[in-house]
């Protein structure tokens, strides 16, 4: 194919109008037309990331990285399945899922916090299994919350959904924020939606977020270092 060829494809995409629907559900890939075809929702977005993939696949054997890619991956599709979230794409060591309705927002963040129990247990199993290893298994998450734009991209037979939308992006980037201290991170957007179970928690009560300014963006997110155990 030849450059003239591309730039006359780019040309139809930038002159065809868009056909957009409201959706009710995450849509699969099938349901969206290669061309100018999209589909909008109210969307939270979690993004799950297991941290320093590159110190482990450079300092430990390619099977124990591989093992601990599966547990990590593994454990956190099941959680976000187990909570009414849909895995809408993997990224090598992190996954991104989107969660909709009226508990779309304390759905994910009663997701991250369970990630980060299961986190703990896991690294007990490696202890237990590789009593040798140092290797101690971190993670972060990032929650944003928005209108999300989606449509399909790529060419016949090698094609994707692409998720246009500030929750897909700050999800994403929060996860950059997160540290072995707080592992994760929500938007203020997120923090005003959450029930009052998915905010306060242990005996006595107490509040489960910190409100930190997420100076690169110059707004408010929220923190936490809390696990929820199941």
């Known amino acids: 194919m030849t450059s003239k060829e591309i730039l006359a494809e780019i040309n139809s995409i930038f002159s065809a109008k868009w056909d957009t629907r409201e959706g009710r559900k995450v849509p699969e890939a099938e349901e969206i037309r290669l061309g100018n075809d999209a589909v909008s929702i109210d969307g939270t977005v979690l ?14 054997k390619d099977w124990f990285a591989a093992e601990i890619y599966k547990s990590y991956l593994i454990s956190a599709c099941r959680i976000i399945r187990e909570n009414g979230g849909e895995i809408t794409a993997f ?33 007990s199993l ?25 449509a399909r991209t790529g060419i016949r037979n090698a094609n994707d959904l692409v998720w246009v939308g500030r929750a897909a992006n700050y999800a994403a980037k929060l ?17 005003s939606a959450l029930a009052e179970e998915a905010k306060y928690g242990g005996n ?12 690169e963006r110059n707004i408010v997110v929220y923190r936490s270092n809390w696990w929820w155990p199941f």
């Not at 993004?47 to 430990?60: E, I, K, R």
């Not at 006595?204 to 409100?211: L, S």
């Open 47 to 60: 993004y799950a990331d297991m941290a320093d993939s590159t110190g482990l696949v450079n300092n430990f």
């Open 91 to 123: 990224d090598g060591d992190r996954v991104m899922s989107v969660f909709i309705g009226n508990n779309k927002n304390t759905s994910a963040a009663k997701t991250a916090l369970k990630i980060n129990f299961i986190v703990k247990e896991i690294n």
């Open 126 to 150: 490696i202890k237990s299994s590789y009593k040798d290893t140092a290797y101690q298994l971190n993670q972060t998450v990032g929650i944003d919350t928005s209108k999300l734009f989606i």
């Open 175 to 191: 996860c950059a924020l997160g540290s072995t201290d707080y592992p994760t991170h929500i938007t203020e957007s997120v923090f």
């Open 204 to 215: 006595p009560r107490g509040m489960m977020w910190e409100k930190r300014m997420w100076t």
